[in-house]
C-alpha cells in the first residue's frame, strides 16, 4: 500500500510534464483520476481525513469527472450514524453518489457502493456479471448481511444490491431491524448520451436510538417506530455535448411512511385568558400517541457544466412539490386526572391532515483559475420553500409556512508550494422538510468544505426540523513532507437556526380544549479545531493521530411561556446547554503483500459540559480496538477477526457534541467479504 502511494503521488507530481502532448483541460482531469485513486487507497491506510481532502482536490479539479465524486461518497459514507439517527453527513453521501453514477459511462464501474471500486481503472472491460457479498457478527448479538449482483452486457449496466441489519441495542428498547433493496441500471445510447434509473424499497422498525448522556436514564421505553419506503424512483439523463461541456436532468419521486406509537408520549395544555392571549398556566401530561405519517414529493432538477482549465461553472435549477399527509390518535386519560376542569373528550385528537410541500431552488457556482496554484470559488442560490408548519409533533397542524433566502458562497484553495494547500471557505444554505434535500444534483462542497447537511443540531437534542438555516466558516491549511508525512490543521465554524412550531392544547375563555402550536427557536453553534498527523513508515506500516477539540452550545427558546408561569410548572422555557468535547484518535496500519493486515487504534474522548438543570459530569475514558485479517488474490474475499472496546470501558457522552456510538462493553466480531 505504501508503494502505491508513492507511485500516484509521484504521478501527479510529474503530470504537467506531459503537457505538449496533452491539453491543460486534459492533464487536469489526469490529476483528478488520480487524486480518485489515491483517497481509495488513503483510506486503506486508515487515513480517513486524507482520503476526504484527496477526493474534494480531485472534485474541484475536474468536476464533471465521476471517480472524484464517487470516492468523495465513499469517504462521506465513513462519516454517517450507522444508526440513522444524526444525519450531518447523509445529504452529501446521497447526492455525490448519485452525480458520479449519472456522470460515469456504462462499464468504467460497479453502479453499486457495495463493491469495492479498486479495479474501476481497469484498460479493458469485459462484458459479464459479478456478485458481492459482506456479512458481519459481533458477539453482542448485532448483524449486517450485504450482497449485491452485477453485470455489463454491451452498452446496459445493472446492480441489485440487498441489505440486511439487526441490532439488540445497549440498553431496553434500542433493539432496530433494517431492510434494503436498491436497484440500479444504466445504459449509454450514444457515446455522449446515457440514461440512469434507480428504485430504493427500505424498511426499517425498532425501539428509542436516541443517544443519552447516560443510557440509565433513557426515556420513552415504550417508544416504537416502523418507517417504509416504497419505492423511492430516481430517473436521470446525461449529456456530453463536448469535453468539459455536460448536461445532467435528474427527475424523482420521494415517498416515506413513518408510524410512531408511544403509551407515554409528553405532550402540554396551555391556559389563556382569550384566544390568541397570553398563557397564564401550563400543564404537562402524558396520553398515548398513534402517530402515521405519509410523504410524497415530485423532484425534477437541470443542471449545467461548462469546464475549461481556468474556469469551471455549475448552474442548476430545481423544483420539487408534493404532500405531508398525517393521522395524528392522543388520549386525555392522563389530563383528566388532574380535576381542574371539565372531563375532556376521548380522543383528545384522531384527526388526518394534509400539509402542501414546494420548493424552487435556483444556484450558480463559477470556480476561476487565474494561476495553476490558485482557485477562486463564488456562487450564489435560491431557495423558496413553502414547508409544513408542524407535521412531526402532536396534534400536527394542516398549516404551511413560507421561507425565501438568497445564499451566498465564498471561497479559496490556494497552493502555496508544491505540498502545500491552504483552502477557506464561506457558505450559506437551507435545508428542506425531509430526505428531499438528499437527492440533489448542487454542489455539496464549496473549497472542500461540506455545506450541504440534512442537519447539524443533533437530533437527540433538537429532534427533526424543517427548514433549517446553516451558515459555514472553515479554513484548513495541509503540508506533506517528503518524509511521506502527512500534516493538516482545521478550524470550522457552523451554525443552524431553526423557528418551528410544536404541537399543543388550549384552553382560554372560549372552552377547549383546542388543537394549536407554540413557538419554539433553536440557536445552534458549534466551534471546532482539528490537527492530524500520519505517517508512513517503510513498505507497510502506517501510523496516525487525530487531536479535535468541539465546542457545541444550543439555545433553546420557548418564546411564548412567561418565567413565571413556566416556574410554576417546573418548565424551563429559556436555557443555554453547552458541550466541549476533545478526542484523540490514534491508529496503526500495518498490511503485507501477502495480504496480511493488522489494525490498532485508541480513542480518548473528555468531555466538559455546563448550563443542565440535572448535572452531567464530565466524562474521560479511553477505547482500543484490534483486528486482524487475510486479503486473498486481488481482493476476491477478506477475512476479519476483531476485538471492540478490548477494555471493556463504558461512557457517558452528552449528545450536543456529535459522536458516533461506539460499544459499550468488550465486543469480539468477525466479518467475511466475497467478490467474484
Not at 414547508?387 to 458562497?409: A, G, N
Not at 496516525?544 to 408561569?565: C, H, M, Q, W
Not at 448535572?615 to 477475512?639: K, S
Request: net charge negative.
Amino acid at each position: 500500500m505504501n508503494d502505491a502511494v508513492r507511485d500516484l503521488e509521484k504521478s501527479q507530481e510529474l503530470n504537467d510534464h506531459r503537457q505538449l502532448y496533452r491539453s491543460r483541460f486534459l492533464l487536469d482531469q489526469d490529476r483528478a483520476v488520480r487524486g480518485a485513486n489515491l483517497a481509495n487507497i488513503y483510506r486503506d491506510e486508515g487515513m480517513t481525513d486524507v482520503s476526504v481532502r484527496e477526493a474534494l482536490k480531485a472534485v474541484n479539479s475536474d468536476y464533471a469527472n465521476y471517480s472524484s465524486h464517487l470516492f468523495l461518497a465513499d469517504s462521506f459514507y465513513d462519516l454517517r450514524d450507522p444508526n440513522g439517527i444524526n444525519l450531518r453527513y447523509e445529504t452529501p453521501y446521497v447526492s455525490e453518489y448519485l452525480i458520479a453514477n449519472l456522470l460515469s459511462p456504462v462499464g468504467a464501474g460497479t453502479l453499486s457502493q457495495q463493491v469495492s471500486q479498486q479495479e474501476y481503472s481497469k484498460l479493458f472491460e469485459r462484458d459479464g456479471v459479478g456478485a458481492s457479498f459482506d456479512g458481519r457478527y459481533f458477539s453482542h448479538g448485532d448483524y449486517t448481511l450485504r450482497g449485491v449482483e452485477y453485470g455489463v452486457e454491451g452498452n446496459s449496466a445493472f446492480s441489485l444490491e440487498q441489505h440486511y441489519q439487526k441490532q439488540h441495542g445497549y440498553r431496553t428498547n434500542s433493539d432496530q431491524q433494517q431492510r434494503e433493496f436498491d436497484f440500479r441500471w444504466k445504459q449509454q445510447i450514444t457515446p455522449g448520451d446515457s440514461v440512469y434509473a434507480q428504485a430504493i424499497m427500505a424498511n426499517s422498525g425498532g425501539g428509542n436510538l436516541i443517544q443519552y448522556y447516560d443510557p440509565a436514564n433513557a426515556t420513552n421505553s415504550t417508544f416504537r417506530y416502523h418507517d417504509r419506503q416504497d419505492p423511492i424512483l430516481l430517473a436521470g439523463y446525461h449529456h456530453e455535448w463536448a469535453p468539459g461541456l455536460d448536461t445532467l436532468v435528474l427527475g424523482s419521486r420521494l415517498t416515506d411512511a413513518y408510524t410512531v406509537t408511544n403509551p407515554t408520549q409528553s405532550a402540554l395544555l396551555n391556559f389563556r385568558d382569550v384566544p390568541g392571549g397570553s398563557v397564564l398556566g401550563i400543564i404537562p401530561f402524558q396520553s398515548s400517541l398513534g402517530y402515521h405519517s405519509r410523504l410524497e414529493i415530485y423532484s425534477m432538477e437541470l443542471q449545467q457544466i461548462w469546464q475549461t482549465h481556468q474556469w469551471t461553472t455549475v448552474v442548476g435549477a430545481r423544483f420539487q412539490e408534493g404532500a405531508f399527509k398525517t393521522s395524528n390518535h392522543q388520549d386525555s386519560s392522563d389530563l383528566n386526572i388532574f380535576g381542574l376542569l371539565p372531563t375532556y373528550p376521548d380522543p383528545l385528537v384522531d384527526a388526518d391532515t394534509e400539509a402542501h410541500y414546494e420548493r424552487e431552488n435556483v444556484y450558480g457556482y463559477e470556480q476561476w483559475q487565474p494561476v495553476d496554484s490558485l482557485r477562486v470559488i463564488g456562487g450564489v442560490s435560491y431557495d423558496r420553500l413553502v414547508i409544513p408548519l408542524d407535521f412531526r409533533y402532536s396534534p400536527v397542524s394542516p398549516d404551511t409556512e413560507r421561507h425565501e433566502h438568497v445564499l451566498p458562497k465564498a471561497g479559496i484553495i490556494w497552493n502555496a508550494l508544491a505540498d502545500t494547500t491552504l483552502r477557506a471557505a464561506f457558505a450559506e444554505s437551507v435545508g428542506g422538510a425531509s430526505f428531499d434535500q438528499s437527492f440533489q444534483l448542487e454542489p455539496t462542497q464549496v473549497a472542500g468544505f461540506n455545506q450541504a447537511f440534512r442537519s447539524l443540531i443533533p437530533e437527540a437534542i433538537g429532534g427533526a426540523n424543517a427548514g433549517a438555516t446553516f451558515t459555514i466558516y472553515g479554513v484548513s491549511l495541509e503540508q506533506k513532507l517528503p518524509s511521506r508525512t502527512y500534516l493538516a490543521l482545521e478550524g470550522d465554524y457552523l451554525q443552524s437556526r431553526v423557528h418551528r412550531q410544536d404541537g399543543s392544547y388550549e384552553y382560554n375563555g372560549s372552552g377547549g380544549p383546542f388543537i394549536t402550536t407554540y413557538g419554539e427557536e433553536l440557536d445552534f453553534s458549534e466551534a471546532s479545531v482539528q490537527f492530524s498527523a500520519h505517517q508512513l513508515i517503510g513498505e507497510n506500516l502506517s501510523l496516525g493521530a487525530i487531536y479535535k477539540v468541539s465546542r457545541a452550545r444550543l439555545t433553546d427558546n420557548l418564546f411564548e411561556f412567561p418565567d413565571d408561569v413556566a416556574a410554576t410548572a417546573g418548565f424551563v422555557p429559556r436555557s443555554t446547554q453547552m458541550g466541549t468535547l476533545q478526542s484523540l484518535n490514534l491508529v496503526a496500519v500495518c498490511q503485507l503483500p501477502s495480504g496480511f493486515f493488522a489494525r490498532a487504534e485508541g480513542n480518548w474522548n473528555r468531555q466538559d459540559n455546563a448550563g443542565y438543570s440535572t448535572d452531567e459530569p464530565g466524562n474521560n475514558f479511553w477505547q482500543c480496538n484490534v483486528m486482524t485479517g487475510w486479503r486473498f488474490y486481488r481482493r476476491h474475499a477478506e477475512v476479519t477477526l476483531g476485538i471492540l472496546n478490548l477494555m471493556d470501558k463504558n461512557y457517558r457522552l452528552n449528545p450536543l457534541n456529535l459522536y458516533q456510538e461506539t460499544p459499550r462493553d468488550r465486543t469480539f466480531y468477525t466479518e467475511l467479504k466475497i467478490q467474484f
